[in-house]
């Protein structure tokens, strides 16, 4: 398994969004997967390795505070970059302590700031 420092897992279960990210991170010189759980985001982590996640909280089946417990139980080396629409303190402080790096409202950020974070993160 090879690391690849510009490919970038979206775990998203709104696709509109998830395409959005997934073509606006192409268009930068991305390479993405998409995942619509943080099931599948854990089955693909088994097979290749990403620089950084872009998390949504809110989920079916496995949600993504479960994938953050996960990567940080397992001690997997990949950045998670939190976009949810939960807006509580405590959901940003519980995130961040399971190790994200920034945690992001989706009504209120543009995907051109995410993008720049992004490139800040893994320049």
Do not use: W
Not at 35 to 58: C, F, N
């Amino acid at each position: 398994m090879s690391k690849k420092s510009n490919h970038i897992l979206i775990i998203e279960d709104e696709k509109p969004l998830s395409k959005a990210l997934e073509l606006k991170l192409t268009k930068e010189g991305y390479e993405t997967s998409i995942a619509v759980d943080g099931a599948e985001a854990v089955e693909l982590l088994k097979t290749q390795e990403y620089a950084l996640a872009i998390l949504d909280l809110v989920m079916p089946r496995f949600d993504g505070f479960h994938f953050l417990e996960y990567v940080h139980e397992n001690k997997i080396p990949i950045k998670v970059i939190v976009l949810s629409n939960l807006s509580q303190t405590e959901d940003v402080k519980k995130a961040k302590n399971f190790g994200a790096e920034d945690y992001y409202i989706k009504s209120n950020t543009p995907i051109v700031e995410l993008v720049d974070k992004i490139k800040k993160i893994l320049a």
